[in-house]
């Protein structure tokens, strides 16, 4: 298993139940995966430094996972189809 950061960064105008639900997905695609999550910080609103789908901010969150190499296309398979979700990035942590 190897580490790996999750940064997410999800629609500004979701409402607190949408945004956790979005949170809640994503942590139980992981989970579903075979992976561990070892944290979830959210960073909360932070302005984009250009636009994505018509918005100048974005809610980021950061999830921190150890998860089987093989998981990772089958997460990004995932995340695709949220549709609150505007932007992803996956990094292996050395």
């Known amino acids: 298993m190897h580490n790996y950061e999750l940064m997410c960064i999800i629609h500004p105008d979701l409402d607190e139940v949408a ?18 999550i070892t944290s979830t910080d959210v960073w909360g609103r932070r302005r984009l430094a ?22 990772i296309v089958g997460l990004e398979h995932y995340l695709r189809f949220l549709e609150p979700l505007m932007r992803y990035m996956i990094t292996v942590v050395e």
């Open 50 to 71: 250009y636009l994505i789908n018509k918005q100048r901010e974005g809610q980021y969150v950061l999830f921190t996972t150890s998860m089987p190499t093989t998981s």
């Open 19 to 36: 945004f956790n639900d979005s949170i809640e997905k994503i942590k139980g695609w992981i989970t579903e995966l075979k992976g561990e």
